[in-house]
């Protein structure tokens, strides 16, 4: 196939690109978007921040927006994101009492989650819970210090219960070496939920890579993560300077993995990235595909 959706198709899997509401008024963006992917991600308009900027008052224009027009074109959505420590409104991380957290945090991802129910493919229900460094533990936030470890299974038993159609994914950055804590953290959590019947269905693997792309053992990771029964996806890919055998390895490696089910990339145009300086995309400023494509379409 000559597109990247329609060639990851091929394979039954998607390929997505983060989406921001502000440009799509821009045809160059929207006539690669549609041309290319067939998932998308709202890039900032489903963060907390955008949705609950105050408490219980709920807007979601922007998201709206990027919704409808994927639904429109039958593209997929990944949900991004329910339940993060950052871009979170003040009111939030000022709060002092674990039930009124609690009862806002079930809140939040109910009120969400049915607005969008049974049009989302997956949600990423948590975001980035655990920590850099050896520890393998959950990283401090409000959730985490007011609500303990349990906080991240409550989002995922809330969420199923608001749209059980939606894959759940834990979704983090620095989980894609097997080798490191931060990894094995997560490989434990996600066993644990599996054994007692959690409801987790995916792992959402950022994919935020330097010049070198991934690590040697990255198949290793997905596979690893695929075997305690779930789907990984790779849900905001770029790579530094975007060298073309980065992205070789990276699509590689999810091809070789059966449950490996899709890949997004964290923006259209290297104008686009919140990386923009480092151009770690698959087309250049003006829109015109880069190396970095062409190895990304043949190793699908
Ligand atoms: C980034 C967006 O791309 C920026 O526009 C925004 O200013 C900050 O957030 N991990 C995530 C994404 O899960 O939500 C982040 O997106 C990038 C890192």
Avoid at 205 to 224: E, K, R, V, Y
Wanted: net charge positive.
């Amino acid at each position: 196939a000559s597109t990247l959706g329609a060639q990851a198709a091929q394979s039954g899997r998607y390929f997505g690109a983060a989406v921001a509401a502000g440009k799509l008024g821009d045809t160059t963006y929207t006539g690669i978007l549609d041309r290319e992917f067939n998932s998308v991600t709202p890039e900032n308009e489903m963060k907390w921040d955008a949705t609950e900027r105050t408490r219980n008052s709920f807007t979601f224009g922007s998201a709206d927006q990027i919704v409808n027009r994927a639904t429109t074109r039958g593209q997929r959505l990944r949900g991004h994101t329910l339940v993060w420590h950052s871009q979170l409104p003040s009111w939030v991380s000022s709060i002092t009492d674990a039930n009124t957290l609690r009862g806002v945090m079930n809140n939040h991802i109910t009120t969400v989650a049915n607005r969008y129910k049974g049009r989302i493919h997956s949600w990423d229900v948590v975001n980035e819970a655990f920590a850099d460094g050896g520890s393998g533990q959950h990283r401090p936030s409000v959730f985490q210090n007011l609500l303990g470890d349990g906080f991240i299974e409550q989002a995922f038993r809330t969420a199923r219960s608001a749209d059980p159609a939606a894959k759940l994914c834990y979704n983090d950055y620095n989980i894609e070496n097997w080798n490191d804590a931060k990894t094995q953290g997560v490989y434990r959590m996600v066993r644990d939920f599996k054994a007692r019947g959690v409801p987790i269905d995916c792992v959402g693997l950022q994919a935020h890579f330097g010049a070198g792309g991934p690590p040697s053992n990255f198949q290793t990771t997905l596979s690893s993560f695929a075997a305690l029964g779930v789907d990984v996806q790779i849900t905001e890919l770029d790579i530094a300077q975007a060298p073309a055998s980065a992205f070789t390895n990276t699509v590689r490696a999810c091809m070789n993995v059966a449950r490996c089910t899709g890949i997004t990339v964290w923006g259209i145009r290297d104008s686009d990235s919140w990386r923009s300086g480092e151009n770690p995309l698959l087309f250049d400023r003006n829109g015109n595909k880069k190396a970095a494509y062409q190895a990304a379409l043949t190793a699908m």
